[in-house]
């Protein structure tokens, strides 16, 4: 008994210590991430980068946690921040990794409701001084996410002085506390919504104009309710309006990423909705946030009037736009914060099939007119499910084959091919050129160019090249510019003109370099004096071009700074492209489309990977003349090249002397010499055979052919 007593006495020992120890290491660790990062700062102030650089790796390689990370953050001036994310590099991937542990730590604490519930309590109480340190403290730390703690005060009739205390509370959190009370006045608690209007018209947000209006407007409404909201609208936006034209004017505007809407510090990684009773947020990624207003303003529309087209499409676009957005970014990196969002991807494109082909339609044109290329593109796919093949006046998809953008042309032109469609002679011939043309990338690189002057655009469309996969898309307005880089980040390169009426420069670049989502994003500055530029900006951005840009330039040194920046294995965009056009091209029906104008193309496909190589040697075996045999008979001679490979190119070399009736002596010599060689793999004989089968070869020389390959079945055993 003794000894079991001094042997669990010994095991406690042993196991406080072991805690202690492991407790201490943890202190340690943190401290040792503290001492080094606060050594990098001071490093960093005294302009020795170097060694400030390795007093940041070794803070990293501490691994500190998310919580300590956050620590670091609340220690550490904005502006250390910035700098380290200007200067590009490792220092940028050290501050984004610390950042993204502290993002995480800060949000778990933004919403934590045991930090959340006693301040709330202070902020309903009666002591003044109390309630005002309370609201400052849910105003700083907490935000949107103190709202659903406040909801049961503003809704509960018999407590007045404490709904006085709570909307105090919401206009002291102030922009933030915004959207969670716009969901608040689709409550079934009268209380509530009266609260939450007062609340709203104290804040100020244009933001809340379409919900109240719609309260003011609601037929049986209550009357007190009606007079808030009306009050309230004329306050924040000194005119009254339309619910419905102001739902339909704010869905616009959240798709174009309208900065009056959207100011910097809006964008958060949750949406608010109103469901049962409660008031609950819903994560998102943030550059998803947008759409999800746009998408509320939208179906606000619809709550309105049920029958209003204008808001179908609206809610079309967003469908569309979000599911290119996942699309892009999961296809240029599986493991982003898009990730957990794959099965949505094939929700929102069974949901926007209910849209039908008319709104689609009007989507896709909208989205052109608006410059959202992705999102047309995406459009072009879903009209492809819905559209009548012979009956496409009209259509975009017809309309998409002269467009200035090869994304449209090529995305209508492959499901025009797969729908089978009625086409003018015309129509054929530019599907067979737009595929041809997009069979042969090998890369899409997106370039995104601010010029406020006139001619930008006309510049983008001369620097957008179809052989190197290069898209420029311009912009003359600075703040439409930088929320489209929020709302499509999947980006390669950015060019600006530093010469902006409202802009600096380093507020540009400072804005590229906090959002995460361009992390990877070349930068290019324009200017009238590279030298003095490069002074100021040099190790802040990749490139310069003196002004006056010209295509030329602007393609040099988009060139220049991707230079040595290889495609990653995830970026399957441009390969992507390429397999659905050959494939598109290699399904066409002959009789009515002229395969063979895409020959010279299709030939120079056939030398690269089996995914692209094999439908566009197929291709070429259904339209191709005499003239492409030498390419094939190259390809299968070629021992390294893919077996599936050459087993096509000897099919398309047999189908292409059948249909001439004419023999080429180079292809019947190749064919017969693999034919006969045992030493390859029967698959490639039987389609060498195959293809000599279906040339125009003589009788003797079939007869001859059959003697070589004479095979005489035996049921003796070897040995």
């Known amino acids: 008994m003794e000894a079991r007593s001094m042997l669990t006495g010994f095991v406690r020992s042993l196991f406080a210590y072991s805690a202690a120890a492991f407790l201490s290491a943890g202190l340690l660790q943190a401290q040792d991430a503290q ?6 700062v001071r490093l960093l102030q005294q302009s020795k980068d170097a060694e400030a650089l390795e007093a940041f790796r070794e803070a990293l390689n501490a691994d500190p946690s998310n919580e300590e990370a956050f620590e670091l953050w609340k220690q550490t001036e904005q502006r250390i921040w910035t700098a380290m994310l200007m200067k590009r590099g490792e220092y940028e991937k050290i501050a984004r990794a610390l950042l993204r542990r502290a993002t995480i730590a800060r949000q778990a604490r933004s919403s934590d409701e045991a930090l959340i519930a006693p301040l709330v309590e202070k902020a309903l109480g009666d002591d003044a001084s109390a309630r005002r340190a309370a609201n400052f403290k849910l105003a700083s730390d907490h935000g949107e996410f103190a709202v659903p703690f406040l909801v049961e005060a503003l809704g509960n009739v018999d407590e007045g002085t404490r709904q006085d205390y709570a909307i105090l509370a919401c206009e002291a959190i102030g922009r933030h506390a915004t959207l969670p009370l716009i969901q608040c006045l689709q409550s079934s608690n009268k209380t509530l919504r009266l609260n939450a209007a007062l609340a709203l018209s104290y804040i100020g ?16 409404e209550d009357v007190g309710v009606r007079e808030v909201a009306s009050r309230a609208v004329a306050k924040i936006s000194g005119k009254s309006g339309s619910a419905l034209e102001s739902y339909l004017a704010y869905s616009k505007d959240y798709l174009s990423g309208n900065p009056l809407l959207l100011r910097e510090g809006d964008i958060s990684n949750v949406v608010w909705s109103f469901k049962d009773g409660e008031l609950k947020s819903r994560p998102v990624p943030t550059s998803l946030f947008a759409l999800e207003l746009a998408k509320d303003s939208a179906y606000g529309a619809l709550q ?29 990196d599986p493991d982003s914060d898009m990730a957990e969002m794959g099965d949505s991807v094939k929700e929102l494109g069974i949901t926007v099939l209910a849209a039908g082909p008319k709104v689609i339609r009007k989507a896709v044109n909208a989205s052109t007119s608006a410059g959202m290329w992705s999102t047309a593109v995406r459009g072009m796919h879903v009209l492809a499910e819905l559209e009548d093949s012979q009956q496409l006046d009209g259509s975009p998809l017809v309309e998409g084959l002269k467009s200035p953008d090869k994304r449209i042309r090529t995305a209508s032109s492959v499901a025009l091919s797969k729908m089978g469609a009625k086409l003018s002679v015309k129509q054929a011939q530019d599907v067979v050129r737009n595929l041809a043309r997009a069979s042969l990338e090998r890369s899409v690189r997106i370039v995104r160019y601010l010029d406020e002057s006139a001619s930008s655009q006309a510049l983008a469309k001369e620097a957008s090249s179809d052989s190197t996969g290069t898209i420029v898309e311009a912009s003359s307005k600075t703040a439409k510019f930088l929320a489209d880089l929020r709302l499509f980040p999947n980006v390669d390169v950015i060019v600006f003109n530093e010469n902006l009426k409202n802009y600096k420069a380093s507020e540009i670049i400072r ?11 070349k930068i290019v500055v324009v200017s009238n004096d590279v030298e003095k530029a490069q002074d100021r900006l040099g ?36 390969n992507k492209t ?12 002959t009789k009515r489309f002229n395969i063979s104008e895409a020959s010279a193309e299709l030939s120079k496909v056939a030398k690269r990977g089996a995914a692209v190589a094999i439908p566009a040697i197929r291709a070429l075996g259904r339209s191709a003349g005499n003239d492409m045999i030498p390419t094939l008979i190259e390809i299968l001679k070629r021992s390294e090249t893919a077996a599936s490979v050459r087993i096509a190119a000897a099919s398309a070399i047999g189908s292409i002397m059948g249909r001439s009736g004419k023999l080429s002596s180079d292809a019947l010599a190749a064919l017969k010499s693999l034919a006969i060689d045992m030493e390859q793999s029967s698959e490639i004989r039987a389609a060498a055979v195959a293809a000599l089968g279906k040339s125009p070869i003589s009788a003797s020389e079939r007869a001859e052919l059959l003697r070589k390959l004479r095979v005489d079945p035996s049921t003796e055993l070897d040995g």
């Open 35 to 40: 001492e080094s990062f606060q050594k990098g």
């Open 205 to 220: 947000d244009t933001r809340a104009v379409p919900g109240l209006l719609r309260l003011a407007q609601a037929e049986g």
């Open 304 to 332: 309105v009037d049920p029958n209003n087209e204008e808001a179908l499409v609206c809610l079309a676009q967003v469908y569309l736009a979000q599911q290119s957005i996942v699309h892009d970014t999961l296809a240029k």
């Open 511 to 521: 804005y590229i370099k906090q959002t995460s989502a361009l992390a990877n994003a």
């Open 539 to 574: 190790d802040k951005v990749d490139g310069f071009v003196a002004a006056p840009v010209t295509a030329k330039k602007l393609k040099a040194c988009v060139g220049k700074v991707l230079e040595g920046v290889e495609l990653s294995e995830k970026d399957k965009r441009s």
């Open 578 to 589: 390429a397999v659905q056009a050959v494939e598109a091209l290699s399904s066409l029906d």
